[in-house]
DNA sequence: GGAGAGTGCCTTTTT
DNA sequence: GGCACTCTCC
């Protein structure tokens, strides 16, 4: 049973009580002032964000006063649908009158693409910080803008800071100066941290030390680009945002006014600017809802700050703290597993959720041979799973989106359908870019990678004539335009049919039509293999188009939502494939977690700092809590390898190696390509046996106590791949340049010094690592 | 100045 | 296995 559900009939405040716990009911009911609810994975949060939405309305607030806001696309996007559906059935007789500000403003931006009749919501203001961010700032723009700014997506914004190299002649020919996207990350984490670039580069980027003059130089003509061009990246629209509020002190009053209630939903994941805009919009009165779950925080990498939590009672006083810790979701022994994830965090979270869901049966550790032969398996065993569940009630959970590469091969040849998120967004493919880059040259015809984009698609133009050709039509200089127009017949067609529907301006869906038509030429003769399935991706972007009216919007929403992802929501005949950062707030009868093998989950990448490794595992959490009824974790013992085209021995992942043993099952592939179970007993896994450290400081950007560690103890060394055989054998070698402790790993020997700062360490029962000299204690 | 072949490199997560 | 960049020829 999903206890989440929302009930058919509720129509009086009364009958909240029947729906909800104590503690829920308690942060429905607490409608002013300003309320942090801390909730546990599974505690029904979305259900109170709901009913307090419905207790708002039956308190006769009226929808165009509360704002909602998300951190992710698909937060927002089950709120509002799960809102709209309980508050049609709670509100349906009841008029509102139309507010004055959004009667005049027509700012139901989230609302006018869903063809619901909710009539009741139209006026309900929610989506991401993104979203709302623009719908604001596409009729308000700060000083500095003449006309409302275009929105970048990130492939925009690193072709623009490629130009820029180019034209700053930075760096000719280096090939270690980092790729257009390494520096948009870098940059935007700069500004999500609110961290100069170069305190970014030496704190976590110190490779590219040498480069920080060239960098810097980089990020100013970024930036002025940006401002002369009036667009503006996803960090620019919270940040411009901001600005304009601060600039505008009238106009952040008549926000105040209009959003009476506030409600943010992920607290744990908002950033510094967010975390400001939010209180901008509170104001005095201060009537705001923030939920969160510090253990589900995942998203540090960009910037979120899981002190913006804590920091909510410093900022609001007054504040009320609400806990939610009963689990409805998941069964005991899935939350036993999940428990025991967070036990060994280094940071602890004070915090054990419990359940009256009975056990049907334990999690289990499936280990194929393979990634290859774990397709297989996966496969098989979703087949099973449908025998019992609805498809849309199985997923299947990644660490990245490329895991699922083999997964997919094999789910297309037993034709099980599924749709998958995270990963490459469709938006990004090539056929839609272009064709999206036509539509964008008919609102805004200086836009120079839309124009860009354009001009390649015809033979005989490359970047020069392609610059030529713009500033000629900046200029107004036909002769120069229609010369290079003869060079080129089908860039003058081009141009022609933007001109025509520029001037005769019709629906978005018609243009989408009309583009694609005059883009098909290209598309079948460029794409040989699979032009039919770009057409109907093509057909598909003119169906979204029809929902909008205004192109303008059309365009900014495909950068800010996948609405190729929110449109198959409803398809109950397929199952799910994710990305577990895409994966968060949802829930799955059955959930299979994939390639937990070391390097793959937790990432390679994490390694280095013990708060990415922390990060990791508050993943492993998120992932393993989406499981309501059957939680199985897939575990190769090797992995295929493209470059030699033969398979690695690999270490589990060290999420799995810690777990006890009575909490899962296990299961090994045998040679006929099913599954035995290891009996307990025989095949003891080894458990992790916390060791306390003496008093070692360690570098970390944190400072956690570092007498709370996880060490695997008395593990003998166990060779686990090639490699690591000769390695260990190297580091029984007397040469051996001694041993070393690590948080995470333990005890080890290392193997090599690899100047200036890196050791190659071995530890037992892991295999060999590099790791910084910074996070390594080296015996004397 | 452009096109196409060849080479090296890395492969997190999202708005 | 895909892309970003380089080199060479037209």
């Known amino acids: 049973m999903n206890h989440n559900n929302i009930p058919q009939q509720i129509t009086q405040t009364k009958d909240f009580n029947s729906h909800l716990n104590e503690a829920q009911l308690q942060a429905v009911e607490s409608i002013n002032g300003a309320t942090l609810v801390i909730a546990g994975a599974g505690s029904g949060k979305t259900r109170t964000i709901v009913y307090r939405l419905a207790h708002l309305l039956n308190s006769g607030v009226s929808p165009s006063n509360i704002l909602l806001l998300t951190f992710t696309r698909k937060a927002s996007h089950e709120m509002l649908q799960r809102a709209t559906k309980l508050l ?97 990350s870098l940059f935007s ?28 130089q980089l990020y100013q003509a970024y930036k002025s680009f940006k401002r002369q061009h009036a667009v503006m990246d996803y960090d620019d629209l919270l940040f411009e945002l901001e600005r304009l509020f601060t600039e505008r002190p009238d ?34 009165k201060g009537n705001i809802m923030a939920v969160g779950d510090d253990a589900q925080s995942i998203y540090a990498f960009r910037g979120a700050n899981v002190k913006n939590i804590l920091a909510f009672t410093e900022h609001f006083p007054q504040a009320k703290i609400i806990k939610l810790e009963e689990n409805y979701r998941s069964t005991q022994s899935i939350l036993n597993l999940c428990n025991s994830v967070l036990d060994h965090a280094v940071e602890s979270y004070k915090k054990h959720l419990f359940t009256k869901r009975e056990n049907k049966q334990k999690p289990q550790v499936i280990r194929p041979f393979s990634d290859l032969t774990q397709a297989k398996l996966v496969a098989s065993r979703i087949v099973e799973l ?19 590469y083999h997964l997919e091969l094999e789910l297309n040849k037993r034709g099980v359908r599924f749709r998958k998120y995270g990963g490459i967004r469709y938006i990004e493919a090539q056929h839609i870019k272009d064709v999206m880059s036509y539509a ?37 200089d036909d002769q120069e335009v229609s010369k290079i127009c003869k060079k080129a017949p089908t860039l003058a067609a081009d141009l022609k049919i933007i001109e025509k529907l520029r001037i005769s301006n019709p629906s978005p869906s018609y243009i989408i039509d009309e583009l694609t038509e005059h883009y098909k030429p290209y598309l079948t003769s460029n794409f040989p293999d699979d032009h039919p399935r770009r057409l109907q991706g093509l057909e598909e972007l003119g169906h979204i188009a029809a929902t909008y009216t205004e192109l303008d919007l059309f365009i900014a929403d495909l950068c800010l939502e996948d609405p190729f992802n929110s449109n198959q929501q409803e398809d109950t005949e397929k199952i799910t494939l994710s990305t577990i950062h895409s994966a968060k707030g949802l829930e799955w009868s059955a959930v299979l977690i994939i390639d937990l093998a070391e390097d793959r989950f937790p990432s390679k990448k994490s390694l280095l700092k013990i708060e990415d490794f922390e990060e990791e595992r508050r993943l492993m959490y998120v992932a393993c809590t989406r499981a309501k009824d059957e939680l199985y974790l897939f575990s190769p013992l090797s992995l295929y390898d493209r470059a030699t085209g033969g398979t690695n021995q690999v270490q589990p992942s060290p999420f799995i190696k810690e777990l006890k043993t009575e909490l899962y099952e296990e299961w090994q592939e045998n040679y006929i390509g099913g599954l035995t179970q290891k009996s307990a007993g025989v095949n003891q896994t080894q458990t992790y046996k916390p060791e306390r450290l003496s008093q070692t400081k360690w570098n970390s950007e944190y400072d956690i106590d570092p007498t709370i560690t996880i060490t695997p103890a008395n593990n003998p060394p166990i060779p686990s ?9 190297q580091a029984k070698d007397p040469r051996s340049l001694g041993l070393c402790t690590h948080r995470i790993f333990g005890r080890g020997k290392i193997i090599e010094e690899l100047p200036p700062d890196k050791y190659k360490v071995n530890f037992p029962g892991i295999g060999v690592k590099v790791i910084l000299s910074d996070y390594l204690k080296i015996d004397d």
């Open 721 to 729: 791949t090639v490699e690591q055989n000769t390695n260990t054998t």
């Open 440 to 476: 964008r040259l008919l609102v805004n015809p200086l836009d120079f990678n839309a124009f860009q984009r354009v001009t390649s698609l015809s033979k005989g133009i490359g970047p020069k004539t392609c610059l030529k050709l713009y500033n000629a039509m900046q200029n107004h």
């Open 88 to 184: 049609n059935e709670t509100t349906s007789n009841i008029i509102y009158p139309e507010n004055d500000l959004s009667a005049s403003e027509n700012n139901n931006y989230y609302y006018h693409k869903e063809n619901s009749p909710h009539t009741s919501l139209i006026n309900l203001q929610g989506g991401t910080f993104h979203s709302f961010a623009f719908s604001v700032l596409r009729q308000y723009y700060p000083s500095g803008y003449a006309t409302p700014p275009n929105i970048l997506d990130s492939s925009d914004s690193s072709g623009i800071i490629h130009d820029c190299k180019d034209n700053l002649k930075i760096a000719k020919g280096e090939k270690s100066f980092p790729k257009s996207q390494t520096v948009l």
């Open 189 to 216: 984490k700069a500004r999500n941290k609110e961290l100069s670039l170069d305190e970014v580069i030496k704190r976590e980027l110190y490779h590219l030390l040498p480069y920080s003059d060239d960098l810097e």
């Open 251 to 284: 106009l952040l009053t008549s926000y105040q006014n209009r959003f009476q209630y506030i409600m943010v939903d992920e607290y744990q994941d908002t950033n510094l600017v967010q975390c400001r805009l939010v209180r901008l919009l509170a104001g005095e």
């Open 386 to 404: 449908m025998g019992r569940y609805e498809p849309n009630e199985i997923a299947v959970l990644f660490r990245s989106g490329y895991h699922s």
